[in-house]
Nanobody, 121 residues
Framework: QVQLVESGGGLVQPGGSLRLSCAASGSIFSTYDMAWYRQAPGKQRELVAATSRDGSTNYADSVKGRFTISRDYLKNTVYLQMNSLKPEDTAVYYC???????????????WGQGTQVTVSS
């Protein structure tokens, strides 16, 4: 069994900052791609930021220069530092982690439960 636990969401004023965390635990041999998605009301879920096992990253154009994704390999944790937040960043944020539970086993994607981020004055 694998579990992803997210934390760090909340209410923040425009221009403020938040840091999201997503910790994977359970039967894990290794983690691979780690990513953050978000879904606003009435909209489709969209990729916000992702990082590969080699440390490369990519971002949605809307968050470039404001958000930073990082990971702790030992803790199997991915972070999303969000600065200069805007009302349009309001959404439920989900982490997704690609995990291998055993040597030679299949890669499988796991999702966090989601954490609400609200940017409002």
């Amino acid at each position: 069994q694998v579990q992803l636990v997210e934390s760090g969401g909340g209410l923040v004023q425009p221009g403020g900052s938040l840091r999201l965390s997503c910790a994977a635990s359970g039967s894990i041999f290794s983690t691979y791609d780690m990513a953050w998605y978000r879904q606003a009301p009435g909209k489709q879920r969209e990729l916000v930021a992702a990082t590969s096992r080699d440390g490369s990253t990519n971002y949605a154009d809307s968050v470039k220069g404001r958000f930073t994704i990082s990971r702790d390999y030992l803790k199997n944790t991915v972070y999303l530092q969000m600065n200069s937040l805007k009302p349009e960043d309001t959404a439920v944020y989900y982490c997704k982690v690609t995990i291998r539970q055993e040597i030679g086993g299949p890669f499988k994607d796991y999702w966090g439960q989601g954490t609400q981020v609200t940017v409002s004055s």
